[in-house]
């Protein structure tokens, strides 16, 4: 076999690796809440208290797998959140992805136009509320804002 031939094997099999740990870490991630008895994948639960910013995302009242759709510029998306929080105290919604790319630079643009995508379609259904949008990157619990 070629050593191009072994390479290309390598990202298949490097990409497949990848994607079946970041959805094992995902299908965790949607257990976890962190209340006044956390719940959840230890190792998880101490990452996320680890960071005062993501608690919020796992609070009791947070929902995982939020389907949304509606229409930007004419064009009608369907897209489901990984984590949604509504405050209507504050009157503020949180929503977060999870992305588990090892170079966060490659599909930064693609990620970003996504949140803004959740952004546009929670703006439109909750109109009176601020909607803030957040990316975990899970390979090292960074959490970045993106508007």
């Not at 759709?69 to 897209?79: L, M, Q």
């Not at 489901?80 to 977060?96: A, G, S």
């Not at 999870?98 to 803004?116: G, L, M, V």
């Amino acid at each position: 076999m070629s050593n191009k031939l072994k390479d290309v094997l390598s990202e298949i099999n490097n990409a497949t690796h990848a994607t079946q740990e970041g959805r094992k870490i995902h299908a965790k991630l949607q257990r976890i809440t962190i209340g006044d008895q956390p719940h959840g994948d230890d190792e998880l639960v101490n990452k996320i208290t680890a960071n005062p910013q993501l608690i919020k995302f796992f609070v009791p009242t947070s929902r995982t797998e939020v389907p949304i759709a509606g229409n930007i510029n004419g064009k009608f998306i369907s897209r489901r959140i990984d984590r949604l929080v509504i405050d209507d105290e504050t009157k503020n919604i949180y929503v977060l992805d999870y992305k588990s790319d090892t170079d966060k630079t490659a599909y930064r643009d693609k990620y970003a136009a996504q949140i803004r995508e959740y952004i546009a379609l929670l703006r439109d259904a909750y109109p009176d509320y601020t909607v803030h949008g957040y990316i975990l990157w899970l390979q090292d619990f960074e959490l970045v804002e993106f508007s």
